[in-house]
């Protein structure tokens, strides 16, 4: 990555990390994807029982592999063999220790801002998990909460949504087109102000570019 890039990540990332903390939310810094895996395998120990929502993120820095291959308990959703199961898994993650996820977009002063489809991600996030652990490319920051719905909806759901099926307008316009089909993944918004918790929301931020 350019020098000056990376430079202008790591300044911005305090002041999304103090943004943060003003918020009751933990945040930390790391310049690449190694560094962010050791940072949240660090926060993590050993024991715990752990899920994950559908994140990109998450895989991106191997953070689910290691997960997988470590002693942790998994409650993994993702290899549920019938809807019934997977439902059951959602259910059960709810109460684990650790939640992993991303954000679909994060301001400077360090508001988080999602979109849900079903909205099991965006449920644990708000309740039930004791920790919350989000892997945040820089990629994912914007100056406020106006700029922050308009890259959830406009960049980050119109390509998450080239992945399922049915077709939907934002699919081929590349846009948020407000629709209401069928398929529609811009289901429930959620803005995260605050944690009533403090600290149970942790964010790493990753100088790499990361998801959607």
């Not at 959602?90 to 849900?116: H, K, P, Q, R, Y």
């Not at 708000?126 to 100056?143: A, E």
């Amino acid at each position: 990555m350019n020098e000056n890039r990376i430079k202008r990540n790591r300044a911005l990332a305090q002041r999304v990390i103090k943004g943060l903390e003003s918020r009751n939310m933990e945040g930390y810094y790391a310049e690449t994807k190694e560094e962010a895996l050791k940072i949240a395998l660090d926060l993590i120990p050993e024991g715990s029982t752990i899920g994950w929502g559908g994140s990109m993120s998450v895989g991106e820095i191997g953070l689910k592999d290691a997960v997988c291959s470590g002693n942790y308990n998994i409650i993994d959703r993702d290899s549920a063999p019938t809807p019934e199961e997977k439902r059951a898994r959602e259910l059960a993650i709810m109460d684990a220790d650790w939640f992993l996820c991303s954000s679909n977009a994060i301001t400077e002063d360090g508001v988080l801002v999602n979109i849900d489809g079903h909205g099991n991600r965006v449920a644990s996030i708000i309740v039930g998990p004791r920790n919350v652990l989000m892997i945040v490319g820089m990629n994912k920051v914007r100056p406020d909460v106006d700029a922050a719905v308009s890259r959830a909806r406009n960049e980050a759901a119109p390509i998450n949504k080239q992945r399922f099926a049915p077709v939907t307008p934002c699919m081929s316009q590349g846009y948020c087109s407000d629709c209401k089909s069928p398929g529609n993944i811009c289901c429930q918004f959620l803005i995260t102000r605050f944690s009533m918790d403090k600290g149970r929301i942790k964010v790493v931020l990753v100088g790499d570019d990361l998801g959607f």
